[in-house]
């Protein structure tokens, strides 16, 4: 530890020197270092994902925050925490040069999913260790590939840019969420407050995964999103089945009918109106999906599956409808724990993608007029008993914030160049129209007027939002050479 | 403790004593004997409570097994445990009655359902407390009232006619099983290899609580049944809902939609066959169904249902007809812990009650034939990765032992005689033909050839296979009465 410290001070001496002129280009300047520094890299990368960054827990959260504004700092980037009440506070980095023409907004988050440690191999989500998977290093930690890798990647990106004498032509700002996973509630806030210094020419998302090809990939939106929970009752008490099986109604079956009519067995969903809205693919659209790679048949192999949902389409045509999910279910115990009972509740939990042309809160408004279509009272808290009593069927849906999807115009003149500083770097990339998953790119558009395109670095099978998260080290040695490609950017 | 002990060993000196002829009834007895030894009865209860008693937990189902050994001898009686390979033991007591025309077997059993502790008030299952319920005190830990109670009445009914130099007219025989919470699977082996020793002219049951209406309650039968769980398979591990969602299945959705189709939303099952074969009721079961006390709207009021299922049938009604429930469902994580994902698995837990004329395998192969005619194709271990690619759905499920209901003929002399003794204690009692829980009776008509009938003394309300099990006190004084009545039959 103590010799990565004195390398990290020693570095600053060197900063943006002018004495040498840029030989290189930025992906070889990328390697350059990075072949250089590979333990000084994952020291500083591992340490970071040893912080806990579950949003609710605002201790670790601001430990995370402080450590990044230092590892800016150290960089010579002017940095600072951007503070909203009750948010998490942004991280805040400010390269200005002199005579640019454009200002490049890089996008990230260090937050990450909850954990549950006891379905870790490790047990432990923020003890980031490394395994060989199929030959290659991967490292295996909490937000390992979402999102921490991809501000490892913007870090060392300028590292290597000024070790190879490489002056950045554009403003450059990053912007660290710690919140997304949190459903992003107070970025609105914090871009309003902000607003001048967060505006930019282009913002660029550096999240999630790339193509399951393993190309590079530049993604022109993303689906929005939003999460309900909806708990029915049962008896107030778990009830002996035998003495009462027949007679109480069952929560577990009465949520399973209610489910069970949202979607069809091919996965397109029955809620009325949930596809009204939505806006048409442009034909480059169209065209981009078409010329994607067909992961499907590899990932079904990879993922163990005996089929897919969708009637026959595409991942990627698939990505570019909206989609409703069952993220858990519970009632009652089963296995070793389950008894002969009538459970008293039963709670799933759902989220809804959404795309183009439909607001979240219309659609979960289609959602609860579907329930109630099906004859339950909805209570926007836990019922009482005299509730209970008073309706023959009672749904308590918890409805969370969420926000809508965007999609920015591939044929931008900033898009064009954004594809030719990754495509210097990575080679032909992928070109998505929309990401599956959702980060807040609509309030950044609503209240900042900046489109944004996303550049993610990840490997797709890095069980994102799951347990055992983690990220090929490939990968972020491919993601230092992108963004360096694009640090470098006019 | 010590002085407890000593009252113990002081007792056996007036053991069936018959220099004062008996004066009093067996009601007047246990009442007498009840009021005066009221702290004796209790600290024996709750010792035994304090013994872990979950049928999986051999150490402890054994400590349980010995204590009521010693309790038997304690009073004279002939005990051993009755053991074969495998099982847990059996508890059993005998008292040879000279001139007998008749043996009387008294069944209960002294293990208990599994417990959650986190989902008890106490948190602690197995350290009984007394508390007040609506005046009355009540004592709380697994098996309170399920089935501990009944035991602790019949050795106290035995000392209460012993201090009212009441001797037994009959041959009495007391068998207490250890494993009837985990389904009785070894009892049959058990029954087969002690089958002298077990017969007799009427096993009764004590077992079950009494009619919701707190009346005395003698049941001629009770449903068989039987468990099943069922796990069908998304993703092999947790996909991002965003990145997965509208293409990779959700396996919580499958299985809400496999079990939405096995039910109507009156609760009438669906699966083809499912009420096929099941012996009509006898003019006076229909009787006696009639007759019993409909308590389905204070019953309705006290577990805060809005509807009960059913189609209007009576709670009676209903227990005399086959049931299908949903125990638990688990899928991934909700609430705090979840995550947006697309799950793994998604399992449920369901038992399935019987009446006379079904068979537990029938039913079980019915469930079984409508989940592959729902296009599953069934294994009955986890599925390895082949598996799963070789076939569109996959269900793993896992089949349990089970057993038939039995019904007893309620015109049979003994029927009568039995009636009539608990009425002399209680006063005029509700008339069940099959009680809705399920003991294993079959095994015992099978192999020994005689029939039962279930005497219970439970109060409805004792949160039987539940957290927070209990048993109101007066029950068990009103227990010893009965118990008393019986163990001085002809």
Redesign the interface.
């Known amino acids: 530890m103590i010799r990565h410290r004195l390398a990290v001070v020693v570095a600053p001496l060197f900063f943006w020197s002018s004495l040498v002129s840029a030989q290189t280009t930025p992906k070889a300047a990328a390697d350059q270092y990075r072949a250089a520094h590979e333990q000084q890299i994952l020291h500083e990368f591992t340490s970071l994902l040893a912080v806990p960054n579950v949003a609710t827990d605002k201790a670790n959260i601001r430990r995370n925050a402080d450590t990044l504004v230092q590892a800016l700092e150290k960089r010579h980037v002017a940095a600072k925490l951007l503070e909203a009440p009750g948010a998490n506070p942004v991280v805040y980095g400010e390269i200005k040069t002199p005579g640019a023409k454009q200002t490049i907004v890089f996008y990230a988050h260090y937050d990450g999913?909850?954990v549950?440690p006891e379905d870790w191999e490790t047990k432990a989500p923020f003890t980031p260790v490394t395994k060989m998977v199929n030959g290659e290093p991967r490292i295996y930690a909490r937000s390992a590939s979402d999102d921490k890798a991809a501000i490892i990647a913007q870090l060392t990106a300028l590292d290597a840019l000024q070790a190879a004498n490489i002056r950045p032509k554009a403003n450059l700002r990053f912007v660290w969420e710690g919140e997304e996973e949190a459903g992003s509630t107070n970025l609105g806030a914090v871009l309003a407050k902000y607003k001048d210094e967060l505006g930019g020419d282009i913002w660029l998302i550096c999240d999630?995964?790339v193509d399951q090809s393993g190309r590079q990939t530049v993604v022109f939106g993303?689906?929005g999103?939003t999460?309900l929970?909806i708990t029915v009752?049962?008896?107030?008490?778990?009830?002996?089945?035998?003495?009462?099986?027949?007679?109480?109604?069952?929560p577990?079956?009465m949520?399973?009918?209610l489910?069970?009519?949202?979607?069809d067995?091919s996965?397109h969903v029955l809620i009325p109106h949930f596809y009204d809205g939505i806006t048409p693919l442009t034909p480059l659209e169209q065209q981009a999906i078409a010329e994607a790679p067909n992961n499907?048949p590899m990932l079904?192999?990879e993922?163990?599956?005996?089929?897919?949902?969708?009637d026959g389409k595409t991942?990627v045509e698939?990505?570019n409808?909206p989609?409703?999910?069952?993220?858990?279910?519970?009632?009652?115990?089963?296995?070793?724990?389950?008894?002969?009972?009538?459970?008293s509740t039963?709670?799933?939990?759902i989220?809804m993608?959404l795309v183009k042309g439909l607001d979240w809160r219309t659609q979960q408004q289609r959602v609860v007029d579907y329930i109630t279509a099906q004859g339950y009272f909805i209570t926007s808290s836990p019922p009482d008993?005299q509730t209970?009593?008073?309706?023959?069927?009672?749904a308590f849906v918890q409805l969370d914030d969420g926000y809508n999807a965007v999609r920015t115009p591939m044929d931008l003149p900033i898009a064009q160049e954004v594809i030719a500083a990754v495509e210097s770097a990575r080679g032909p990339v992928v070109k998505l129209p929309t990401?599956?998953?959702?980060v807040p790119l609509e309030m950044i558009e609503n209240t900042l007027g900046v489109h944004t395109i996303t550049v993610p670095i990840a490997n797709?099978d890095n069980?994102?939002?799951?347990?055992?998260e983690n990220i090929r080290l490939q990968n972020l040695w491919n993601g230092i050479e992108t963004m360096a490609a694009l640090e470098a950017m006019e």
Chains 1, 2 share one sequence.
């Open positions: 999913q909850p549950t999630g995964p993303a689906r999103v999460h929970a009752y049962g008896p107030n008490r778990g009830l002996h089945s035998g003495h009462y099986g027949n007679w109480a109604p069952n577990a079956m949520l399973a009918q489910l069970a009519g949202m979607k067995k996965g499907g079904e192999k993922f163990a599956l005996g089929h897919t949902d969708g991942l698939l990505l409808q989609s409703l999910n069952i993220n858990g279910f519970a009632s009652a115990h089963t296995g070793a724990q389950h008894t002969n009972v009538i459970p039963a709670t799933v939990d989220d993608r008993k209970l009593l008073s309706h023959p069927y009672v990401m599956g998953g959702s797709y069980n994102q939002h799951s347990s055992n």
